[in-house]
């Protein structure tokens, strides 16, 4: 097997199977019930040691854990609720088919958010479905 074929199947592989990190630090392929067990139980560890507000990342002015545009936008008085449309849509970013709701305002994306309903997501979007919306606007 040639070089470029060995680094197409293992960018594959990559993409259709969960990875989690091994006690030792190796990541590993894991089954697909098994990554988001893993994950809850990495919060479910957090919160017993720091308590429930060691998720506040609501409100993180930096935009790291949470929408910049929003956090700018209210503190600058133009985040206007009522004027906000939502559309749900698909997003495109791979073929897992999650559900993202778009929130519009003033002709441009200013959120994006999870239906918690989605069978796929529950509510929940990586970072490139919750983030990714930017690509689509010039941000400077």
Wanted: glycine share 8%; aromatic share 8%; hydrophobic share 35%.
């Amino acid at each position: 097997m040639s070089d470029n074929r060995r680094r197409r199947q293992k960018q594959y592989e990559r993409l259709t199977h969960p990875l989690v990190r091994d006690a030792n630090g190796t990541l590993r392929q894991a089954r697909w019930d098994e990554a988001p067990e893993r994950a809850a139980g990495g919060f479910r560890r957090t919160r017993d040691a720091y308590g429930p507000d060691a998720f506040a990342m609501l409100v993180c002015p930096a935009g790291a854990l949470s929408f910049k545009t929003e956090f700018d936008m209210r503190a600058a008085g133009t985040w206007d609720e009522p004027a906000r449309t939502e559309t749900t849509t698909v997003c495109a970013y791979c073929g897992v088919g999650c559900n993202v709701t778009l929130h519009v305002q003033d002709n441009e994306i200013v959120k994006v958010t999870s239906p918690h309903d989605n069978p796929v997501a529950h509510g929940n979007l990586c970072i490139k479905g919750r983030f990714g919306f930017q690509h689509v606007q010039n941000r400077v």
